[in-house]
């Protein structure tokens, strides 16, 4: 097996530490050989930083091909935005001759009107021919929820191209009993909600914070573990409401941290925009948060929403419906504490079902086999 990715930047101001245009492109990660292109970083995001950020990586990725030696059996596309990863392979494809197994978890261009508010009818055309470029030349088009199915469809792709192929999660998210780390973040006399993740336009933390201005009088905390774009405007919105009592931001962790900081916590929040993209979308966060077998409160529609329903492991509310949430906050706060393990367990139990990591490695294999 070997790895073409680029140097990593997402969600910060810059590369990641230890990363930059100057560093080495090729390392060893437990025995895979990882080749890293450059591209230029996101940084704060814009319209135009992204527009480089998407395109630099698909030029110079193509570029980088020229230094890897095959032979291969099959190019494995893992794709949580942009669609424009998918243009190396393509060019991959043809130095080696292999097919392409393409795994969606964002649909597009439906992403850019819904996360980036582009209406441009040009850039939407572009972007559009160019989904079907990427998913024409794939064997097969792996869907991370059954959702995405219509919408592919309507793209003319066959549907015997379509599988449903949803997220697992690293095995290290799992219940964690007595752990000291990070016990002085939450007070016992508190709910102690965690929100963990990505603080974009995309998560609605504008609903989250009018939710908790509702219930303000009750002893609710939110521990925020994550950074983005929206992180300084929800602070001043915060600050403005006079809400800080009930929030700390504590920046981001290594995802090998977040069983501990969940083991902690009463819930665990997803929250996303009213969109019909996000409706058809399974956060990967809801994943982490059933293997951790902690209740859920889910701010969302569709998909995402069913499971947790489905799973009987939390509350859901709709969408940017604050008054909602704060009642499903509400609602689980009266709860005693053995019904809400009950309700933890419950989650535990759906994601070793239907999400288990060993269970869709396995699946994985007999894809690319097949």
């Excluded at 996360?115 to 794939?138: E, P």
């Excluded at 003319?156 to 002085?184: A, M, R």
């Excluded at 902690?264 to 409706?279: G, P, R």
Aim: proline letters at 5%.
């Amino acid at each position: 097996m070997t790895v073409l990715t680029a140097k990593p930047n997402y969600s910060k101001t810059h590369f990641f530490e230890g990363y930059g245009w100057k560093s080495p492109d090729f390392e060893t990660i437990k025995g895979v050989p990882v080749y890293r292109s450059n591209l230029f970083s996101r940084k704060n995001g814009g319209a135009l930083r992204l527009f480089l950020n998407y395109f630099s990586f698909a030029f110079l990725a193509t570029l980088k091909l020229r230094k890897i030696k095959g032979p291969f059996n099959a190019i494995f596309v893992y794709e949580p935005s942009p669609i424009t990863v998918g243009i190396p392979a393509v060019f991959a494809k043809k130095r080696f001759k292999v097919p392409i197994y393409f795994w969606a978890q964002d649909l597009w261009p439906e992403s850019l009107v819904a996360a980036g508010g582009v209406r441009n009818k040009f850039i939407l055309g572009f972007f559009n021919s160019l989904t079907k470029w990427i998913y024409n030349h794939s064997k097969k088009v792996l869907i991370q929820s059954n959702g995405f199915r219509e919408y592919i469809l309507n793209q003319g792709i066959s549907n015997d191209k379509i599988l449903f192929y949803p997220n697992p999660t690293e095995d290290f998210y799992k219940p964690l009993l007595e752990v000291k780390e990070y016990q002085e973040f939450f007070k016992k006399d508190n709910f102690n909600i965690i929100f963990a993740g990505n603080i974009g336009e995309a998560q609605s933390f504008l609903t989250i914070i009018e939710a908790i201005n509702n219930i303000k009088e009750l002893h609710v905390k939110v521990i925020v573990l994550g950074d983005g774009r929206y992180k300084e405007t929800a602070l001043n919105l915060i600050k403005d409401k006079g809400l800080e009592s009930h929030f700390n931001f504590l920046g981001s962790f290594p995802p090998t941290e977040m069983p501990k900081f969940f083991s902690h916590a009463d819930a665990l929040l997803v929250s996303l925009k009213k969109d019909k993209i996000f409706s058809l979308t399974i956060p990967a966060k809801i994943q982490s948060y059933l293997a951790c077998g902690k209740p859920i409160i889910a701010s969302i529609d569709g998909e995402g929403a069913k499971i947790v329903n489905d799973a009987k492991c939390g509350v859901t509310s709709s969408a940017e419906d604050s008054i909602a949430l704060s009642n499903a906050i509400k609602e689980l706060m009266a709860l005693d504490k053995s019904t809400l393990n009950h309700m933890g367990n419950n989650g535990r139990a759906y994601y070793e079902k239907e999400f288990d990591r060993e269970y869709l490695l396995q699946k994985l294999e007999q894809i690319l086999i097949s």
